[in-house]
C-alpha cells in the first residue's frame, strides 16, 4: 500500500476563494482524521469519520470547514471562504480502531 | 483545561546525550499512549507505543506511563542527530488520539 495520499501537497490561494484538500486512506482502515497543525497550537483534530461516518466534527472551526467522506476511499476538507488565519499544514490519516494512526505527508495552505 | 500538555522546547542535546521528554493528561480514560516523531515538513510517524502503566523499550527507546499521576514519558539513550525531530505524545481511548503540541528536539554532532 501506499500510504495515505493526500492532495495537493501545496496550495496557495487568494482570501475568499474555496479550497479543497483531498485524502485517499490505506485500503481496510475504517477510521479517517483530518488534522490542522500550526506552530501555535500544534495538530488539533478537525473531524474525524468511522466506517465513513463523521462521528466528532468539534474540532471544525467555523461553518466555512465542511468535510465529507463519501466512500471508504476517499475524503474532502472544504473551506469556503477561506482567511489568511486558515493557513496551516493540513494531515490526513487513517486507522484500524485501536490501532495507530498513519498520516499522509500534508497538505500546505497558504492564504494570501 | 486541554486534553494533553507537552513542553514545546526547543530542546537542544549534544550527541550522546539521555534525552527525556515528557507529557501530562487529564483524561482517565486512555487506555494506550503513542509517541509520533515528526521530521520536517513531513507528517507523523508512529515511533512506539505502550498500553496501560509500566515501561517499554525498543532499542535506544523507552517509554514510560504512569497512569496514576497521569504522566507520560520518552527516554532517548545515546542521542544521535537522526534523532532531530519533533516527538508527539499521544493517549488514546481507542477511537481518538489526543496530540500533544511537540516538543522540538535537536542533537548537536
Known amino acids: 500500500d501506499a500510504g495515505v495520499i493526500q492532495s495537493p501537497r501545496h496550495e496557495v490561494t487568494e482570501m475568499g476563494q474555496e479550497v479543497t484538500l483531498r485524502c485517499k486512506p490505506i485500503?481496510?482502515?475504517?477510521?479517517l482524521f483530518w488534522y490542522r497543525q500550526t506552530m501555535m497550537r500544534g495538530l488539533e483534530l478537525l473531524i474525524y469519520f468511522n466506517n465513513n461516518v463523521p462521528i466528532d466534527d468539534s474540532g471544525m472551526p467555523e461553518d466555512r470547514f465542511s468535510a465529507k467522506m463519501p466512500n471508504a476511499s476517499f475524503s474532502t476538507l472544504k473551506i469556503q471562504p477561506s482567511e489568511p488565519r486558515d493557513s496551516a499544514v493540513y494531515f490526513c490519516?487513517?486507522?484500524?480502531?485501536?490501532?495507530?494512526?498513519?498520516f499522509g505527508q500534508g497538505t500546505r495552505l497558504t492564504v494570501v | 483545561q486541554k486534553e494533553v500538555e507537552q513542553d514545546p522546547g526547543p530542546l537542544s542535546v549534544p550527541e550522546g546525550a539521555i534525552v527525556s521528554l515528557n507529557c501530562t493528561y487529564s483524561n482517565s480514560a486512555f487506555q494506550y499512549f503513542m509517541w509520533y516523531r515528526q521530521y520536517s515538513r513531513k507528517g507523523p510517524e508512529l515511533l512506539m507505543y505502550t498500553y496501560s502503566s509500566g515501561n517499554k523499550e525498543d532499542g535506544r527507546f523507552t517509554a514510560q506511563v504512569d497512569k496514576s499521576s497521569k504522566y507520560i514519558s520518552l527516554f532517548i539513550r545515546d542521542s544521535q542527530p537522526s534523532d532531530s525531530a519533533t516527538y508527539l505524545c499521544?493517549?488514546?481511548?481507542?477511537?481518538?488520539?489526543?496530540f500533544g503540541t511537540g516538543t522540538s528536539l535537536t542533537v548537536i554532532p
Open positions: 490519516a487513517s486507522s484500524l480502531v485501536g490501532n495507530e494512526a498513519f
Open positions: 499521544a493517549p488514546t481511548t481507542g477511537n481518538q488520539f489526543y
Open positions: 485500503s481496510g482502515h475504517n477510521s
